[in-house]
């Protein structure tokens, strides 16, 4: 990957975790914010409404009072009981007044909607609904425990009428004796008032007011906000209770995760008045109070992006301002390496880039000097190299002539007055002449290794098989050739091709102990280059002198060889002239292979 989309590629994805938790951590926080005010909210409303309630049922008890202390002392309802024939005309009259009385009090209180007064039994024997006289209403709870001494307050659901109201009930005594009771019909207005204010409480708020009709359906005694009946009945999800039935068990508490009579998801707080045993629900559905948390998430991805835009654009620019040097640089070291010495970079700033490129035009600087020196010191050296061939040169000629004489002066010696020396001194002779034999070939072998100094390694088209059969033919008594077929052709100095492959096959020849003297030539291709070599099964050479044989005057043969030491470093010499490289690979008294490249005398490559 490049530098420059790996600094993007970070600075991305750095970026992006940072944004992402950022934005998480942001869109809880406000969340838990919003549920948590919204839950205060709700709690203080819920709290409000419940003292509103309970100063209802106040007002309600204390109307009961009222009713019932004017018709306290009330000897009507005595001598009802007393003579309690309905037909009989002063029972009659009592009732009439006692419906007088009711009348007149049901006008005084306006939500009064029907009183009933009872007789001990529970009968109505006067009522302000005529329909109601004479009807039994001690079924009901709570005349019951109005005839048992006990005030009460109620809400009753009348099915039939679709409607729910109150029921106020208290006992009526005559001189401390139980004579009957009261039962007051009043309506919920009240109520439904206070639950129709949905101040602070949304657009899906509200609080409604229920009480148990069994142990498994509730039932609203005031209208829901969307529906607006008036019994709205509803049976508990078991799994998951509705906030009415967690209020009607009389929990009082906040709920963020409760269910509401529509199965919606709401938060809600719930009270419980004992008293009428009423559950109390004030709640605000969930989607609503999270409306402004998923508008803040949604405006949080989209700042996110922007901000991974922008961050995109920055990291861009950055990754440019730093690669861009990098790349100058770059440029400028592949040109020079190729040559250019003279081009520098050109950064102008003083970062540390700038730097960097300062080092680096000081460095090429340092390098040129460094390559001008060298190729000083190179031409110094080739001078004197030049001068120690042409040295070498003239020496080893030079001494070929005086040597040449004292090898006419052994063989005078030799055929003339071998009579005259004695044993020891024809035993010296020998020596002397094998010695200077030796010399003479060490001299030639010194002019020749120094006429290659001047060698020009030219280029001609060589047929390098056909070289090779006409070597190889003089050379078979000796030992048996073999010539790979596809040998590629070159362009070579046919005399240096020859000079290199007479060296080594002399020495695959002369270092060699086998029976039968094998040899073979062939080429290998090796990626692009080609790596000849010439094997043979001779003595081998151990690993230790692989490098050493190849200098001037170096033999590790075996006593008793005629070695001179200058055979490879021909070779050496011939085959560098052409670029190329030599070396051995030897296994001791199994063989010997020589490998060698020659690149510049390439011409066509073998399949
Ligand atoms: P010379 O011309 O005297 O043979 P070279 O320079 O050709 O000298 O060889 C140097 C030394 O490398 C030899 O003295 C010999 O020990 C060793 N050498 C060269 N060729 C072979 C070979 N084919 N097998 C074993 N040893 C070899």
């Known amino acids: 990957?490049?530098?420059?989309?790996?600094?993007?590629?970070?600075?991305?994805?750095?970026?992006?975790?940072?944004?992402?938790?950022?934005?998480?951590?942001?869109?809880?926080?406000?969340?838990?914010?919003?549920?948590?005010?919204?839950?205060?909210?709700?709690?203080?409303?819920?709290?409000?409404?419940?003292?509103?309630?309970?100063?209802?049922?106040?007002?309600?008890?204390?109307?009961?009072?009222?009713?019932?202390?004017?018709?306290?002392?009330?000897?009507?309802?005595?001598?009802?009981?007393?003579?309690?024939?309905?037909?009989?005309?002063?029972?009659?009259?009592?009732?009439?007044?006692?419906?007088?009385?009711?009348?007149?009090?049901?006008?005084?209180?306006?939500?009064?909607?029907?009183?009933?007064?009872?007789?001990?039994?529970?009968?109505?024997?006067?009522?302000?609904?005529?329909?109601?006289?004479?009807?039994?209403?001690s079924i009901l709870d709570f005349v019951q425990q109005a005839l048992a001494g006990q005030n009460n307050i109620s809400s009753f659901i009348d099915e039939p009428n679709d409607n729910a109201y109150l029921c106020l009930s208290a006992p009526l005594y005559f001189k401390g004796n139980l004579q009957g009771g009261i039962l007051i019909e009043t309506t919920t207005d009240d109520l439904k008032t206070l639950t129709g204010d949905y101040t602070g409480l949304g657009n899906t708020g509200e609080t409604v007011i229920a009480q148990l009709i069994s142990d498994s359906v509730a039932c609203f005694i005031t209208s829901t906000r969307n529906e607006k009946k008036n019994l709205h009945k509803i049976t508990l999800n078991k799994s998951a209770p509705q906030a009415v039935f967690l209020a009607l068990a009389g929990n009082e508490k906040l709920y963020l995760d409760a269910n509401d009579y529509g199965n919606q998801k709401i938060a809600t707080s719930c009270r419980y008045i004992s008293t009428t045993q009423w559950g109390i629900v004030t709640k605000i559905d969930m989607t609503e109070i999270l409306a402004p948390a998923e508008e803040l998430k949604w405006m949080s991805l989209k700042i996110g992006a922007g901000a991974l835009m922008v961050l995109f654009v920055l990291s861009f620019i950055l990754s440019s301002s730093i690669v861009k040097p990098i790349n100058k640089i770059t440029d400028a070291a592949k040109e020079i390496s190729q040559g250019k010495w003279t081009r520098r970079v050109e950064i102008n700033s003083t970062n540390e880039l700038g730097d960097l490129a300062n080092s680096f035009n000081k460095m090429t600087d340092t390098l040129v000097k460094t390559q001008e020196n060298l190729e000083l010191k190179l031409i110094e050296l080739d001078r004197s190299n030049t001068s120690l061939e042409k040295f070498a040169?003239?020496?080893?000629?030079?001494?070929?002539?005086?040597?040449?004489?004292?090898?006419?002066?052994?063989?005078?010696?030799?055929?003339?007055?071998?009579?005259?020396?004695?044993?020891?001194?024809?035993?010296?002779?020998?020596?002397?002449?094998?010695?200077?034999?030796?010399?003479?070939?060490?001299?030639?072998?010194?002019?020749?290794?120094?006429?290659?100094?001047?060698?020009?390694?030219?280029?001609?088209?060589?047929?390098?098989?056909?070289?090779?059969?006409?070597?190889?033919?003089?050379?078979?008594?000796?030992?048996?050739?073999?010539?790979?077929?596809?040998?590629?052709?070159?362009?070579?100095?046919?005399?240096?091709?020859?000079?290199?492959?007479?060296?080594?096959?002399?020495?695959?020849?002369?270092?060699?102990?086998?029976?039968?003297?094998?040899?073979?030539?062939?080429?290998?291709?090796?990626?692009?280059?080609?790596?000849?070599?010439?094997?043979?099964?001779?003595?081998?050479?151990?690993?230790?002198?692989?490098?050493?044989?190849?200098?001037?005057?170096?033999?590790?043969?075996?006593?008793?060889?005629?070695?001179?030491?200058?055979?490879?470093?021909?070779?050496?010499?011939?085959?560098?002239?052409?670029?190329?490289?030599?070396?051995?690979?030897?296994?001791?008294?199994e063989g010997s292979t020589f490998f060698f490249t020659l690149p510049q005398a390439l011409f066509t490559s073998i399949g």
């Open 1 to 137: 990957m490049k530098l420059k989309t790996e600094i993007l590629f970070v600075f991305l994805i750095v970026g992006a975790c940072l944004t992402i938790v950022t934005g998480i951590l942001y869109f809880y926080n406000a969340r838990s914010i919003i549920l948590h005010s919204a839950g205060n909210q709700l709690e203080s409303l819920s709290a409000a409404k419940k003292h509103r309630i309970e100063s209802i049922i106040s007002k309600k008890e204390e109307e009961l009072r009222l009713v019932q202390n004017r018709l306290f002392q009330n000897q009507h309802l005595y001598h009802l009981n007393m003579y309690g024939k309905l037909n009989d005309t002063l029972c009659v009259s009592y009732r009439k007044l006692i419906t007088k009385n009711i009348k007149k009090l049901t006008k005084e209180i306006p939500s009064f909607r029907n009183i009933h007064v009872l007789n001990k039994a529970g009968v109505a024997i006067a009522s302000t609904d005529t329909g109601a006289i004479n009807f039994n209403f």
């Open 393 to 589: 040169f003239v020496v080893s000629h030079d001494l070929k002539s005086p040597l040449n004489t004292v090898l006419s002066i052994i063989e005078l010696l030799g055929t003339n007055h071998l009579g005259t020396l004695t044993e020891e001194g024809r035993q010296m002779l020998s020596i002397l002449s094998q010695k200077v034999d030796h010399m003479k070939e060490m001299i030639g072998g010194i002019l020749e290794f120094a006429r290659l100094g001047n060698l020009q390694p030219t280029t001609e088209l060589l047929d390098l098989k056909q070289l090779l059969l006409s070597m190889a033919q003089p050379l078979r008594e000796q030992a048996y050739i073999e010539i790979c077929s596809d040998l590629p052709k070159l362009k070579m100095s046919n005399i240096l091709a020859e000079q290199l492959f007479q060296n080594l096959f002399t020495n695959a020849i002369k270092y060699n102990r086998s029976e039968t003297k094998k040899i073979k030539v062939g080429a290998n291709r090796d990626g692009k280059t080609i790596v000849y070599y010439v094997t043979d099964n001779g003595i081998g050479v151990q690993e230790n002198y692989y490098d050493k044989i190849f200098d001037i005057f170096q033999t590790v043969a075996p006593k008793g060889t005629d070695s001179t030491g200058i055979g490879l470093a021909i070779v050496k010499k011939i085959v560098e002239s052409y670029g190329g490289k030599i070396w051995v690979k030897s296994t001791h008294a």
